[in-house]
């Protein structure tokens, strides 16, 4: 873990209050899939935990930020040629199955790193599904298609082209062998949740990635923990990534 | 000038520096090793330990406002048998750094309780009494309101204890001063002041509160000037020594504290934003004093705070 300054070499607008922004880090990043980083504005606020979307060499990367309080504002403000503190990587290795079938669900700016995930599991039949809410909050269809040929996107809004409904609506048109078949998911907590106990049913095996408020990021703060299953308490930050079935919402 | 310039004489203890970390803002130390040496803290304040583990408040229980963090962690702790593994191993691995303990409890049994279970810890420079937890539902700001119960509680735990103690208290009670006068006269040896403060935020657009506790303590440079003014004031009326805690985020910072009053002070949020804050502050805080021409900090404290005549 260090903290490094990096210059913002691109920001573009992609959908509504959604940016990706591109930096070039003063040291390597040392980033790879499935790892976040903290970014920050001044000395003022919190760091905002950002999960990493596009690496591009070990001195440039990209992020997604959705506009969602005063700490993604700020960063929003943001522009090319400005410098922006950030800590990393953060989180443990995530483990990369070696399934044939495997399927990656990003819902609103959890897309973001399914895309390394995507990129880092070779020889599989890969299946992106991408959710959101919203038609103008759609993004990312081309940039998942440049790297796999089967892309999904679904929306709780009616549009004319995509499926219109929840992911776990669209996962019921399709004819899975839940049993072979791997999935990685990120997104809002209550998604998480509810695709959690949809494929725990179907005896599915797969990662979580969970997003959560934290403070810190680096497993001091303890803002971000949660409780498992078996009693244990894991720090979010530390490793983000949660087996299917494990996580205790009560 | 040199390190030993910013040496302090704290509670018969000789202090690298003033700076130490505030309870709740360092783990148990273990994180932070990673990002830089330990031995250069003041003191270690480790987090809040309890009688049993506890798991803390649901989610979400931070939140990043303008100016400042609110937190509703609730205490999250492993209970006072794992903490004893925990700083056993960090006295292992810092054997000269001086610890101190915070302990949150809801009655003054549990108090006793916590303190015998400690009372051997090596390198142990005092046990700090939050008084004050703004977010958690009993053992809260209500035993600092409470002072019947300072008084017994103070009283007893300064029975079965020879280290030094120390009570930590929130702004937020009318008899702040009645407090901190009977924590003197029930010999605490020192205070920190101030916990964070009770307060909440709303999502406008979701017209609901955010945090699961609806209330959290709010901490961070907003708070700085008022923590400022409950060390300035503590100053005028005790003679026991203070650490002034709350929105540090500068060298300046912690002058002004120390020319209040505090002869210590604690980082908190800070650690949270720049996890080399306190590393970095240690270093701008001895070019500070070469600029001023400060010669030992000692002889700051409490300089701009002439008991006689500035408050009325």
Same mark, same amino acid.
Request: hydrophobic share 40%; net charge positive.
């Given at each position: ?29 040392e ?10 504005t ?42 922006l ?60 298609l440049?790297?796999n040929?089967?892309?999904n ?9 995509y ?14 062998n ?15 949740k ?7 049913k ?5 990662k ?37 079935g ?5 | ?18 700076i ?23 003191a ?38 794992? *903490? ?6 960090? %006295? $292992?691995?810092?054997?000269? /750094?001086?610890?101190? +303990? &915070? !302990? =949150?409890?809801?009655?003054i049994?549990? *108090?006793?309780?916590?303190i015998?279970?400690l %009372? $051997?810890?090596?390198?142990? /420079?005092?046990?700090? +009494? &939050? !008084? =004050?937890?703004?977010?958690?539902k009993e053992?809260?700001i ?10 017994? /509680?103070?009283k007893? +735990? ?13 702004p ?16 605490i ?9 009770k ?13 699961d506790?609806?209330?959290g ?34 060298a ?60 009325k």
């Amino acid at each position: 873990m260090k903290k490094i300054i990096s210059t913002i070499l691109s920001k573009e607008n992609v959908a509504f209050n959604t940016f990706v922004f591109k930096l070039q880090t003063s040291q390597n990043h040392e980033l790879e899939a499935g790892k976040f980083f903290m970014a920050y504005t001044n000395k003022k606020f919190l760091g905002v935990a950002l999960a990493v979307f596009e690496i591009f060499n070990p001195k440039e990367f990209s992020f997604i930020l959705k506009i969602n309080g005063v700490g993604t504002l700020a960063l929003s403000n943001l522009n090319v040629g400005d410098n922006l503190p950030v800590l990393l990587p953060l989180s443990d290795k995530l483990t990369l199955t070696d399934k044939k079938i495997v399927y990656f669900i990003g819902g609103g700016v959890g897309i973001a790193p399914m895309y390394e995930i995507i990129k880092a599991i070779p020889n599989s039949q890969k299946y992106a599904i991408l959710a959101f809410r919203k038609e103008n909050e759609i993004c990312g269809e081309d940039k998942f298609l440049s790297i796999n040929k089967n892309v999904n996107i679904c929306c709780d809004e009616k549009t004319n082209n995509y499926f219109h409904g929840n992911v776990i609506e669209y996962l019921n048109t399709l004819e899975i062998n839940y049993s072979q078949a791997y999935f990685y998911i990120c997104g809002s907590f209550g998604m998480l949740k509810a695709l959690d106990l949809f494929l725990s049913k179907r005896n599915a095996q797969g990662k979580l990635l969970l997003e959560n408020v934290m403070a810190c990021g680096f497993g001091v703060c303890n803002s971000c923990n949660i409780l498992l299953k078996n009693n244990s308490i894991q720090k979010v930050c530390e490793n983000y990534a949660f087996d299917i079935g494990t996580i205790n919402y009560e | 000038m040199n390190n030993n310039k910013l040496e302090i004489n704290f509670l018969n203890t000789i202090l690298k520096t003033p700076i130490m970390p505030a309870s709740g803002t360092f783990g148990n130390g273990k994180e932070f090793a990673k990002v830089f040496d330990l031995n250069l803290l003041g003191a270690m304040v480790a987090k809040s330990v309890t009688k049993f583990s506890r798991f803390g408040n649901k989610s979400p229980r931070a939140i990043s406002t303008e100016y400042g963090l609110i937190n509703a962690i609730g205490l999250t702790n492993p209970g006072i048998q794992e *903490f004893k593994k925990e700083i056993t191993d960090f %006295n $292992n691995k810092f054997p000269t /750094l001086p610890i101190i +303990i &915070n !302990l =949150s409890a809801t009655c003054i049994e549990d *108090f006793v309780f916590l303190i015998k279970e400690l %009372n $051997n810890i090596d390198n142990l /420079l005092a046990f700090e +009494i &939050n !008084l =004050s937890c703004p977010n958690v539902k009993e053992g809260g700001i209500d035993l600092q309101c409470n002072l019947k119960f300072l008084k017994k /509680l103070f009283k007893k +735990i300064r029975k079965i204890t020879n280290h030094n103690l120390i009570a930590k208290f929130s702004p937020e009670a009318n008899n702040f001063i009645e407090a901190i006068k009977i924590a003197e006269k029930y010999k605490i040896n020192a205070l920190t002041l101030i916990n964070t403060i009770k307060a909440t935020k709303i999502d406008v657009y979701k017209k609901k509160v955010i945090l699961d506790n609806v209330f959290g303590g709010y901490s961070g440079p907003a708070i700085k000037p008022i923590a400022l003014r409950y060390v300035f004031e503590a100053y005028q009326h005790v003679n026991i020594p203070i650490i002034g805690v709350g929105g540090i985020s500068s060298a300046e910072d912690i002058l002004e504290f120390m020319m209040a009053g505090a002869c210590s002070v604690q980082i908190g949020s800070q650690n949270f934003i720049d996890p080399w804050a306190i590393q970095n502050l240690n270093e701008e805080l001895k070019q500070l004093c070469n600029k001023l021409n400060i010669n030992n900090i000692s002889e700051i404290i409490g300089i701009a705070n002439k008991k006689s005549n500035q408050v009325k």
